[in-house]
């Protein structure tokens, strides 16, 4: 199965700063068959981007995202107090579909 | 709008069978793709399984061997079934509508709001 590594842990920044998150695959990614996802406590997992760079409906354009092969990314350009959340990459480009540990996104 | 609402015990003893349904409002279960996540403290987000009434079941084959998943169309939810139990399965369990590209499996949009499930005796 394809293993998905998110880096940081935890990253600690201020609001208007820029976060960018990264999400590495142990095996390329076919097609860039990832998304991303923010979970805030006690909520369930929101879309955010599909096809690595394609954003879910609603989603701000201050998020984006970028990467094919094994190297992805999530940029947040500028940071609001409701971004401050864990986000979870996942492929669904071969089977079984699998989802990184996650990045926590704390106010610094 | 697609809503999903996941309900069942919250409780269920080792060895037995964990029984949870999802109910869809906003949109039928007899067109695309619906699958079953869990989250554990200890394993993070695992996909567990998905559905299409009309095309295929895919499962994760760690748990191939223990899960069913069905489909009630008269009452448009669908249902999972985890047999034989043990404190791993603990976790929040999700249910969501899939969506896929040309040729992929499945990314999830959008949730339910989960539903925590506890193994003990």
């Known amino acids: 199965e394809i293993v998905l590594t998110q880096s940081p842990g935890t990253l600690s920044l201020s609001p208007g700063e820029r976060a960018t998150l990264s999400c590495r695959a142990s095996?390329?990614?076919?097609?860039?068959?990832l998304a991303w996802y923010q979970q805030k406590p006690g909520q369930a997992p929101r879309l955010l981007i599909y096809?690595?760079?394609s954003r879910a409906t609603g989603i701000p354009d201050r998020f984006s995202g970028s990467g094919s092969g094994t190297d992805f990314t999530l940029n947040i350009s500028r940071l609001e107090p409701e971004d401050f959340a864990v986000y979870y990459c996942?492929?669904?480009?071969?089977?079984?579909?699998?989802f990184g540990q996650g990045t926590r996104l704390e106010i610094k | 709008q697609v809503l999903l609402q996941e309900s069942g015990p919250g409780l269920v003893k080792p060895s037995e069978t964990l029984s949870l349904t999802c109910a869809v409002s906003?949109?039928?279960?007899?067109?695309?793709?619906w699958g079953w996540i869990r989250q554990s403290p200890g394993k993070g987000l695992e996909w567990i399984g998905y559905?299409?009434?009309?095309?295929?079941?895919n499962y994760n084959p760690s748990l191939k061997s223990r899960v069913v998943i069905s489909v009630d169309t008269s009452n448009n939810h669908f249902s999972l079934k985890l047999s034989s139990v043990t404190a791993a399965d603990t976790a929040v369990y999700y249910c969501?509508?899939?969506?896929?590209?040309?040729?992929?499996?499945?990314?999830?949009?959008?949730w339910g709001q989960g539903t925590l499930v506890t193994v003990s005796s």
């Open positions: 969501a509508r899939g969506l896929y590209g040309s040729g992929s499996y499945l990314y999830f949009d959008p």
């Open positions: 906003g949109g039928s279960i007899t067109s695309g793709y």
């Open positions: 559905f299409s009434y009309t095309a295929t079941t």
């Open positions: 095996q390329s990614v076919s097609s860039s068959y």
């Open positions: 096809g690595a760079s």
């Open positions: 996942q492929q669904y480009g071969k089977s079984p579909i699998t």
